[in-house]
């Protein structure tokens, strides 16, 4: 079980997303963008973060390069899932300091599959 923070502008996505992990027994926590999930960042600890690109305030490209630069966040694996999923976008992803890049709509066990596999599971 990992403790994962999931950022999305979407409320159905962060439903989604915090449904299938938990029902692979993870402990979600939800953000709507990356002002607020930087804000529940540094008020906890998270083992996996998974975040949008496009979002209002901080899009998730931002939320990585700042996550990055807090030093309990430097090794954190820092998953990407959007509907973005040209080489030039997932080429900033990278350059930022993303884990992985997942492309929505996406299927539950592939969810899960690609946790386990950032987590180390």
Not at 37 to 54: M, N, P, W, Y
Not at 90 to 101: E, S
Request: with cysteine; proline share 4%.
């Amino acid at each position: 079980m990992a403790k994962i923070l999931a950022v999305d502008d979407s409320p159905a996505i962060r439903l989604m997303v915090s449904s299938v992990l938990k029902k692979a027994g993870h402990e979600v926590t939800s953000a709507e963008d990356g002002v607020e999930a930087s804000r529940v960042a540094d008020g906890d600890a998270f083992e996996l973060v998974i975040t949008d690109v496009h979002m209002p305030n901080m899009n998730g490209i931002e939320l990585i390069q700042c996550l990055r630069g807090k030093s309990a966040y430097r090794h954190t694996p820092l998953l990407v899932l959007t509907t973005e999923s040209s080489q030039e976008m997932k080429q900033r992803g990278r350059a930022a300091g993303a884990t992985g890049w997942i492309v929505k709509p996406f299927d539950p066990a592939s969810l899960v599959n690609a946790v386990s596999r950032v987590l180390g599971a």
